[in-house]
């Protein structure tokens, strides 16, 4: 059975820092590009983050670029999303998703990834 799970999120200031993590079992990770996306209340679904098999290929998106860094480590089956000078607006609950690809995507598209967690609140206050 497939689990991605996330974890490190919290509540914390504008201008703090956190890392989210996402733990993947059940499939051979250096074989998936992997995804952080974000979900605010009411809003849209938002691709943040992208990170290919080997991690020697990023995508970002425009509101990540230069605040947050996608990172992964295979022997550990791991993706991290460092995340520095949060604002309100990066609010929103964290998604990790894994697409069977050699290519990083920043398609929303849901059944373009095989896998999904479950996510991991990050709330940041002004």
């Known amino acids: 059975q497939v689990q991605l799970v996330e974890s490190g999120g919290g509540s914390v200031q504008a201008g703090d820092s956190l890392r989210l993590s996402c733990a993947a079992s059940?499939?051979?990770?250096?074989?998936?590009?992997m995804n952080w996306f974000r979900q605010a209340p009411g809003k849209p679904r938002e691709f943040v983050a992208g990170?290919?098999?080997?991690?020697?290929?990023?995508l970002y998106a425009d509101s990540a670029k230069g605040r947050f860094t996608i990172f992964r480590d295979n022997a550990k089956n791991t993706v991290y999303l460092q995340m520095n000078s949060l604002k309100p607006d990066d609010t929103a609950v964290y998604s990790c998703?894994?697409?069977?690809?050699?290519?990083?995507?920043?398609?929303?598209?849901?059944?373009?990834?095989?896998?999904w967690g479950q996510g991991t609140q990050v709330t940041v206050s002004s």
């Open positions: 998703a894994a697409r069977y690809s050699t290519s990083v995507v920043g398609d929303t598209t849901t059944s373009l990834y095989n896998f």
């Open positions: 059940g499939l051979t990770f250096s074989y998936y590009a």
């Open positions: 990170v290919s098999r080997s991690g020697g290929s990023t």
